[in-house]
């Protein structure tokens, strides 16, 4: 036992000599993926996920730059992993059954994850087409597996995005019901289903309301449209729209301007322009 008990000390050290010889694990980069921003608590990302489409949401309307014939956009990437010194490209498909944008409508012009950083883009180039005008094209993204990143969940690798040269079609699900709150169709006044919107709408709504700057937090405050629905300009939140039951005030005032308004336009009365109701007279919600 004496033997032993000399021993111990000898023992403890060649122990610890031979843990500080041991190098720390390195995160293996195979396991890098890329992804698309899917908003955490307390994490530094772009607001925009929707949890019930499990896509990451945005849009845009050639209107807010004064209509040019072509802009570049950008759609966030996030890295789960190691930030590597060069940059990483990224694999984006376009799902086919759920876009209707024609080809010659934008070009993908890169998709990568920068250098010693975890954040990158998918860049866009839009053209503004004729169409642009009286519709809005959809984009659906998918993140692949490359030779660069792997895929990061599947939850967190599509994005959906939309543009037009009017007032866009809002992604956000708090928004579309706003819409249906205000607009009568077939469906419930609290359904987030954006089957039925029109531009046309849209624009009566922002006329009708003076809805041009609901991103404007200086102007409207509590009330101001954050990022989680896109900095939405034209359409208030359906969190504040129907406090208190105020959607049937707000349906009730913008019935009137629609029935001023066909009153002094006879020959060109509001009808929808796209959507399930395309061509049939634009009415506000009754309740």
Request: proline fraction near 6%.
């Amino acid at each position: 036992m004496n033997i032993i008990r000399g021993c111990l000390p000898f023992l403890f050290i060649a122990l610890l000599s031979s843990c500080t010889q041991v190098e720390p694990s390195v995160f293996d980069s195979k396991c890098d993926s890329a992804r698309f921003p899917h908003r955490r608590e307390k994490a530094p990302e772009a607001e925009g996920y929707d949890v019930e489409k499990q896509a990451f949401l945005s849009s845009f309307s050639f209107i807010d730059v004064n209509m040019p014939k072509e802009h570049t956009i950008s759609i966030p990437l996030v890295l789960s992993g190691n930030p590597a010194p060069r940059e990483r490209k990224v694999t984006v498909e376009t799902i086919a059954e759920e876009s209707n944008a024609p080809k010659e409508a934008y070009k993908i012009l890169s998709a990568v994850i920068f250098a010693d950083t975890v954040v990158g883009e998918v860049k866009l180039q839009l053209y503004n087409l004729p169409e642009l005008k009286e519709n809005t094209y959809t984009l659906s993204l998918k993140i692949k597996d490359s030779s660069d990143l792997r895929a990061g969940p599947s939850e967190d690798t599509k994005a959906v995005f939309t543009w037009n040269a009017t007032i866009p079609i809002p992604t956000a699900s708090a928004l579309i019901m706003s819409y249906n709150m205000l607009i009568n169709s077939s469906i419930d006044y609290n359904s987030t289903s954006d089957d039925f919107i029109s531009t046309r709408a849209l624009e009566v709504i922002a006329e009708c309301f003076n809805w041009y700057d609901l991103d404007d937090v200086k102007k409207w405050g509590a009330k101001a449209n954050d990022a989680s629905v896109g900095k939405y300009k034209y359409l208030l939140n359906s969190y504040w729209l129907g406090a208190g039951g105020a959607q049937r005030l707000y349906a009730k005032r913008l019935a009137a301007f629609i029935k001023d308004y066909n009153a002094k336009h006879p020959d060109a009365p509001l009808v929808h322009n796209s959507g399930t109701d395309k061509g049939k007279p634009i009415q506000a919600r009754k309740y």
